[in-house]
């Protein structure tokens, strides 16, 4: 049962912070150091001092230490009553078509996970975990928000909100990609009250942010007893809603010895039929079918597709995993290629020995040509309806087997933990 609280949150004061465009970010495992300047550039109160700072000394207390001084000059500000924050997102979709996702930023009471309360959709790498921990010991705050999806065929929640979002937005940013994110503040009573009605019975799904959720848990069991630290920030998003998109994250492998190719040659030969592409055509479409790959090694660089021969492999390889697991993409390519050909484990993958990710299919063909990686594996985006299945039945997937498109910026409000 979600527990879905307005929050009194900590936000922005655009009269004496500047436009909120200045302000935000991405979030910060996306964020490399010309980035980081580049927003840092924006604004002296832009989020990614707080968010990922840099110091000579312990960057973590000097972000507390940022945070608090914005505060005492009124660029942050503590809002008086609890509200909700609806977010829309219109974003540019492949082929230049547009859509709009729709949800609400809130506080959510944290749970272990489990049936009927919060679930994982995929595995997480540790180090994450330690740094956003120490922050948020310093801090005292969720900087971001996690993103969980939540079942609501009537679309009820948000039938409660939309009323509120008629007028003019408490604030519109738009990103690099082109996405704009409007933003408005719900305090309405018995706005709030349906949107916990709708949601009353609602599992939460974590899309994206499993580091954030797991690290707010681990926070809130340090601190102990009840308070604002038993809550983490939220998007939340129904699963119905007809603006969710999921892109596919890409993967490449590095370090492979002259045996190793020949392993994952003969691995890729008698598990798929191989067929030459053309280089635009390498990265293959959604489908539910069997599992289709874009190949493309460093040696060879031709554009391959792969397409399993059979699913019983995939079956025989997974066979201690639900059937909705041993259907998904990339949890086929690590049990046949990269665990059985390749010997990665659970681990080596974790800390990414071995092991990179693309978002995009051009800069993995890019790193595979320019020799930075051995070889690219191009996969389809993971339905849905899939990632649904596959969380119900308990499994977790491997990591990065989804990218949800929009991201949630950071700095769109603030969370504090240490009173209510």
């Not at 000394?57 to 660029?75: I, K, N, S």
């Not at 909700?84 to 506080?107: H, I, N």
């Not at 959709?121 to 994450?128: K, L």
């Amino acid at each position: 049962m979600a527990d879905v609280q307005p929050l009194r949150a900590l936000r922005y004061d655009l009269d004496g912070a500047g436009p909120l465009q200045d302000l935000v970010s991405p979030p910060y495992d996306v964020i490399d150091e010309a980035r980081r300047a580049g927003l840092a550039g924006r604004s002296p109160y832009n989020v990614v001092g707080v968010d990922l700072p840099r110091s000579e000394g312990d960057p973590y207390a000097a972000a507390a230490e940022l945070l608090h001084r914005w505060r005492e000059e009124g660029a942050v500000v503590r809002d008086e009553r609890p509200a909700l924050w609806a977010l829309t997102q219109d974003y540019r979709t492949p082929g230049d078509g547009r859509m709009t996702r729709r949800g609400f930023l809130c506080r959510v009471g944290i749970e272990e996970y489990g049936a009927g309360r919060v679930r994982p959709h995929e595995r997480t790498h540790p180090g994450p975990k330690e740094d956003r921990l120490r922050l948020t010991r310093a801090t005292r705050a969720n900087l971001s928000p996690i993103f969980a999806l939540h079942s609501d065929p009537g679309r009820q929640a948000w039938a409660a909100i939309a009323p509120h979002t008629s007028g003019e937005p408490w604030d519109t940013v738009t990103d690099e990609d082109g996405t704009e994110h409007r933003l408005w503040r719900v305090e309405d009573a018995s706005a709030v009250e349906a949107v916990q009605a709708a949601l009353a019975d609602a599992e939460l799904l974590i899309a994206d942010g499993h580091h954030r959720y797991e690290t707010a848990r681990v926070y809130a069991e340090e601190i102990g007893g009840e308070g604002a630290h038993r809550y983490v920030l939220a998007y939340l998003v129904a699963l119905e809603d007809p603006g969710l998109t999921v892109f596919p994250t890409h993967r490449l492998v590095r370090g492979l010895r002259p045996d190793q190719h020949e392993t994952l040659a003969d691995a890729i030969r008698a598990s798929f039929e191989i067929e030459e592409v053309a280089p635009e055509a390498l990265a293959p479409a959604a489908g539910e079918g069997p599992l289709e790959l874009g190949y493309v090694d460093a040696h060879f660089k031709r554009p391959l597709r792969l397409t399993l021969r059979d699913q019983r492999i995939a079956d025989d390889a997974l066979a201690d995993h639900a059937e909705p697991y041993r259907r998904l993409d990339t949890a086929v390519l690590e049990a046949l290629l990269l665990k059985g050909a390749l010997g990665m484990t659970d681990d080596s993958i974790a800390h990414l020995d071995g092991l990179g990710y693309a978002r995009d299919a051009a800069e993995a063909i890019e790193l595979v040509q320019a020799g930075t990686y051995d070889a690219a594996f191009l996969m389809r985006p993971a339905p849905v309806s899939r990632i649904r299945e596959i969380a119900a039945a308990g499994e977790t997937m491997p990591p990065k087997s989804t990218y949800f498109f929009p991201k949630v910026l950071t700095g769109l409000v603030f969370n504090p933990l240490d009173q209510d």
